[in-house]
């Protein structure tokens, strides 16, 4: 049985070369049908998961619950849609280069650190990849980090990888 390899995917050029990185070191392709019909070992599976911002919700000073008319809310809800199935699609693209390997797609709302995490878990995933932005100590002291918070919630092995400087 092939191992299920979950793979954090976001708008950034880091989780792109996190998932070319992965499919090119890590994955094995699926068995040939011949293999597969007769009993034989069959692939790694890679799972896509992205992670929709949730909505944000702006409470009204007159108590209406929305500070935004609904045309509005509807726009956002259509533009992080459009938004998620971009990224799912560029992702698709990268794996549909090695046509031997299965792949799903999980599309979530959430804090991404939080999304990945209970996919990983409820998914049973035997390692998760995901991309490093590579933030100082700084920016990652205020802004998070999704890899770290990842590699020290999660239950299997955690491979980080790092775009190249150059």
């Known amino acids: 049985m092939g191992r299920r390899?979950?793979?954090?995917?976001?708008?950034?050029?880091e989780s792109l070369h996190a998932l070319t990185w992965c499919l090119k070191n890590v994955?094995?392709?699926?068995?040939?049908?011949?293999?597969?019909?007769?009993?034989?070992?069959?692939?790694?599976?890679?799972?896509?998961v992205y992670a929709r911002p949730p909505r944000l919700y702006y409470p009204a000073m007159d108590g209406t619950g929305y500070i935004f008319?609904?045309?509005i809310i509807t726009s956002m809800e259509n533009y992080a849609n459009?938004?998620?199935?971009?990224?799912?699609?560029?992702?698709?693209?990268?794996c549909a280069e090695y046509p031997n390997v299965?792949?799903?797609?999980?599309?979530?709302?959430?804090?991404?650190?939080?999304?990945?995490?209970?996919?990983?878990d409820k998914l049973g995933a035997d390692m998760?990849?995901?991309?490093s932005h590579?933030?100082?100590?700084?920016?990652?002291?205020?802004?998070g980090s999704v890899s770290s918070h990842c590699a020290q919630n999660v239950k299997c092995p955690v491979?980080?990888?790092?775009?190249?400087?150059?």
């Open 5 to 13: 390899i979950v793979i954090a995917v976001d708008e950034g050029e």
């Open 27 to 48: 994955i094995l392709p699926s068995a040939s049908a011949q293999e597969s019909s007769s009993g034989g070992d069959e692939g790694d599976v890679l799972v896509l």
């Open 69 to 71: 008319s609904t045309d």
């Open 82 to 94: 459009e938004l998620a199935k971009s990224v799912i699609a560029k992702a698709e693209m990268v």
């Open 102 to 120: 299965k792949v799903e797609t999980k599309v979530k709302d959430g804090d991404p650190r939080d999304v990945i995490c209970d996919m990983v």
């Open 128 to 131: 998760l990849v995901v991309g």
């Open 134 to 143: 590579g933030y100082g100590p700084i920016k990652r002291a205020f802004l």
């Open 159 to 166: 491979l980080i990888v790092k775009r190249p400087k150059s």
